[in-house]
């Protein structure tokens, strides 16, 4: 199982960028990311259903990030909008068998980070 983030850059406060993941090995239930900021426990951002009939986001970005899920391609996109400075961290691309959010734990499958940087 491999989960494959991309997207990740340095941009300026309320700029937008989209950050993409795809996976291969197997398909999974939901789909999201987490992030951590230096110094900071990773913190949960978004998830998704293999539908998209059911998501979650963290408070801290709710009505400015937006994810969506292709699940014949197997993929997960996080469009971050309006971005600020404390949105900088390593954003990871998550996965699972179930759908999960900030109060349930950390997910099983996790790819590597993309870092995004947001300058003020």
């Known amino acids: 199982v491999q989960l494959q983030a991309s997207g990740g850059g340095l941009v300026q406060a309320g700029d937008s960028l989209r950050l993409s993941c795809v996976a291969s090995?197997?398909?999974?239930?939901?789909m999201g990311w987490f992030r951590q900021a230096p110094g900071k426990d990773r913190e949960f951002v978004s998830s998704?259903?293999?539908?998209?009939?059911?998501?979650e986001y963290s408070d801290s970005v709710k009505g400015r990030f937006t994810i969506s899920r292709d699940f014949d391609k197997n993929t997960v996109d996080l469009q971050m909008n309006s971005l600020k400075p404390e949105d900088t961290a390593v954003y990871f691309c998550?996965?699972?068998?179930?759908?999960?959010?900030?109060?349930?734990?950390?997910?099983?499958?996790w790819g590597k980070g993309t870092l995004v940087t947001v300058s003020s």
């Open positions: 998550t996965a699972d068998h179930s759908l999960y959010s900030k109060d349930n734990g950390y997910p099983l499958f």
């Open positions: 998704i259903t293999f539908n998209g009939g059911s998501l």
């Open positions: 090995g197997q398909t999974f239930y939901a």
